[in-house]
């Protein structure tokens, strides 16, 4: 099919007045088959398209997936001129310019201009600009702000600016790109035309600081649905585990496209090498590897000769593949919003889309330290952010519900029946008094503070900002100082979403009564609310897939009765043979052979050696009997240099190094290289550190540690501590501790 690369005008319009008749005469239809070979227009995209060919300025808001660059790129073809599209990436470029050109049989229809192209290139683009052949020019805002480009533009037909990811405008939009904001007054040197500005993702607040800065505050706004039935949310408690858990679910899922996001490049490049040791075909992708290996790796994922992107939020603008069927968010994101784009690559088809996001409360104190040296006003509104993400993360409300809520969108299903709280659906329970505390809170407070400044005066806490607000002075102060703690932040924002409550767009976060919360307050009603979902500080601590509930109590009693038994033949305490940890995995996972005992915490390949087979007997003898169907096992390999460090200890050990040394030349400090050790010496592995202990301590302190642990039922430091006293420190009763588990274990 041959493109036109002018529409003639006199084939188009009928009057004198070509703009204002092109959105009569034009056949859309007839142009979206000549050109895209589509039959019909999604959602609103023909009534935008008409609305930028009658040279009005757009604002056009409509999620992932929903169709937002043939907006502008069916107009470009129709209009006379160059259209200007500023994009962010080069790669998001590449990808549209190849699509539109690998449409045409002429050269030359699309171009961009950025930092990746040579002089030869450069020559070539305005060439054919020149010559009328091109209708659509990306650029990124840095290279549309060049002076020398600006110059070039000058003279150059322009039928209309498209402004792709208008989010990054915005301090409130998760992508902030400061020369964004340059964008209007480089539009005002090369001369004005109509603006198109498109966003998948943005609140009241980022949808009004764009309009602003671009100068659009008059544009007629199309929004879209933000509710992508396909997709399925679920939060899981992020734990040890993770990397397990992850290999399991692609293994689940053979075959199927997922992209992994990870906030840091280091964990990027981890997890990929984890997955590929596991034979999951995956790479890595983030903004410090070269060019030519992030283009690599898009074009294997696209060509599916990869099926995973590892990657960090530098991967997946305008990524356009339709059949991405997983999204997992390995840390939790900075925003909703960046979370509602990421997980909107899944599923562009209609088609499977499950978003899965693994959350632990330390990666928001995390993500807090990292903005301590930015600007004050950049910290408020990270923190703030962040909470939104925390509330949807720790909620028990429809996932579907909250996040449309945040865009502005209601939702009035009860039950999505597609995320994880509405197919586990917790209990109800009456928060009408509750929710009566806060609203008159709120009254209280002239409508003039957040929830987390709501929740400490409801609760009676005299902080320094309450107490110099003179607000401790008022009778509401302390007046939900009974109620359960874990109810404020849930009532909160469930009233957000019931309308009894609204925040500020300007003043981002600070709770405002609606008439409806006006009404509840003279005559309150039922409202039943559910309590957020607990993820515990030491989440990371427990051992993963609810271990304890799926620990096999019959069993784990058996086992510990064989150890007891061992423990009495071989004259050695029971914990040296294997830890209460290890008989719990045990009595979980049901490992018959010593191949699969290794895959147990604690149990190396010496250990189970030593003492696994009448473990693994026992195990098989027990599944036999019960008719026990065994959890299928995931050995997960890993690598890198975890791994590495502790083959150095060992060969460090045997040469006779400090280990004060050992720990420098690792970069350990000497808490983390005894965590090392002790982890080799539990999983069975021998090591003599008789040379360090006979240099750094007393032989009779030694003698009376070692002596204490032969006699214990337990390894328990804390134990130890106690009952040696101000004798030893903790580290010289680590070290002994190694030494007997090394001589009477291993």
């Known amino acids: 099919m041959k493109w036109g690369h002018k529409v003639p005008l006199s084939n188009l ?18 142009q979206l088959k000549r050109h895209f070979g589509f ?31 043939l907006c502008y790129q069916l107009p470009s073809l129709i209009m006379d001129g160059t259209a200007i599209v500023i994009s962010p990436l080069i790669a998001l470029m590449k990808n549209q310019v190849d699509v539109i050109n690998g449409m045409s049989e002429e050269e030359g229809m699309a171009h961009y201009l950025n930092s990746s192209l040579n002089k030869a290139a450069i020559d070539q683009v305005k060439a054919d600009i020149m010559a009328g052949k091109t209708k659509l020019l990306y650029v990124a805002p840095e290279s549309l702000n060049k002076d020398d480009n600006v ?16 989010h990054c405008i915005s301090e409130w939009g998760h992508d902030f790109r400061p020369e964004y904001r340059n964008i209007r007054p480089t539009i005002q040197r090369i001369g004005v035309a109509p603006v198109i500005a498109l966003t998948a993702t943005a609140t009241d607040k980022v949808r009004s600081d764009i309009k602003k800065s671009l100068g659009i505050v008059d544009a007629k706004e199309f929004k879209s649905s933000f509710n992508r039935q396909n997709l399925y949310y679920e939060v899981r408690p992020k734990t040890k585990e993770i990397d397990k858990q992850i290999i399991k679910f692609v293994k689940q899922n053979p075959g199927k496209s997922g992209i992994i996001y990870c906030l840091s490049r280091k964990k990027v490049e981890e997890l990929a090498a984890v997955l590929e040791a596991n034979e999951i075909k995956a790479k890595a992708y983030h903004a410090g590897l070269d060019s030519a290996t992030r283009n690599t790796t ?41 979370y509602y784009q990421e997980t909107g690559r899944a599923g562009r088809d209609g088609g499977e889309g499950k978003c899965i996001t693994f959350y632990a409360y330390k990666d928001l104190q995390k993500l807090e330290k990292f903005m301590e040296n930015k600007p004050v006003a950049e910290q408020d509104i990270g923190r703030q952010l962040l909470q939104e993400t925390a509330a949807y993360a720790e909620s028990s409300v429809c996932r579907r519900k909250m996040l449309l809520h945040y865009f502005g969108e209601e939702y009035n299903k009860e039950n999505c029946g597609n995320c ?77 979403i019931a309308g009894y409550i609204k925040k500020d767009v300007e003043n981002y976060g600070l709770l405002k009564l609606t008439a409806a919360g006006k009404r509840f307050m003279k005559n309150p009603q039922s409202f039943l609310i559910v309590e957020d979902a607990e993820f515990s500080d030491d989440e990371e601590e427990e051992g993963g897939e609810g271990l304890g509930s799926a620990l096999d109590p019959e069993l784990y009693a058996m086992l510990r009765d ?3 038994e061992m423990s009495k033949k071989l004259k050695v305490p029971p914990y040296v043979i294997f830890q209460d940890p290890s008989l719990e995995q045990m009595a979980t996972m049901y490992p018959i052979s010593l191949e699969e005992l290794q895959n147990i915490q604690g149990v190396g390949a010496g250990k189970a050696k030593r003492y696994g087979t009448e473990f693994c007997k026992l195990i098989k003898r027990y599944c036999d009997e019960k008719e026990i169907v065994r959890p299928e096992e995931l050995r997960v390999r890993t690598v890198a240099k975890r791994s590495m460090d502790k083959v150095k200890i060992i060969q460090n ?8 040394e050992i720990a420098a030349s690792l970069g350990l400090d000497f808490e983390q290289l005894l965590e090392n050790i002790e982890t080799i010496v539990y999983s069975g592995t021998k090591l003599n550190i008789d040379y360090f202990l006979e240099e750094e301590m007393d032989d009779d302190l030694v003698d009376d540690i070692y002596d204490y642990f032969s006699e214990s039922e337990t390894d328990d430091l804390a134990a130890a501590m106690e009952e040696l006293g101000d004798e030893a420190d903790e580290d010289q009763v680590r070290l002994v501790r190694v030494k007997f588990l090394s001589e009477m274990a291993n």
């Not at 319009?13 to 007839?30: G, S």
Request: aromatic letters at 8%; a negative charge; hydrophobic letters at 40%.
């Open 13 to 30: 319009i009928t009057t004198d007045n070509p703009i204002l008749n092109m959105t009569t005469d034009v056949n859309l239809t007839e």
């Open 39 to 69: 039959d019909k227009f999604k959602g609103d995209q023909e009534a935008i398209i008409r609305n930028v060919l009658a040279g009005n300025d757009t604002f056009v808001l409509m999620p992932t997936g929903g169709g937002k660059s």
């Open 151 to 166: 110059e070039f533009l000058k003279s150059v037909k322009i039928s209309f600016y498209a402004v792709d990811e208008a």
């Open 298 to 338: 898009q074009d294997d994922f696209l060509m599916e000769r990869i099926d995973i992107i590892v990657a960090t939020i530098a991967f997946g603008m305008g990524i356009d593949k339709p059949d991405v069927r997983f999204v997992i968010h390995y840390d939790i994101p900075k925003s909703l919003e960046g």
């Open 420 to 496: 994880d709280n509405c197919l586990h659906p917790k209990k109800k329970i009456e928060g009408r008094d509750i929710l009566l505390i806060v609203l008159e809170a709120v009254a209280a407070l002239k409508e003039n503070f957040r929830s987390e400044y709501v929740i400490d005066f409801v609760k009676g806490r005299p902080t320094e900002d309450i107490v110099s607000h003179h607000h401790d002075e008022l009778e509401e102060f302390g007046s939900g100082e009974d109620e359960n703690e874990k109810l404020w932040n849930p009532v909160i924002r469930q009233a957000l």
């Open 562 to 564: 064989l150890r007891k």
């Open 653 to 660: 050990i045997d040469r006779q190094v400090p280990l004060n």
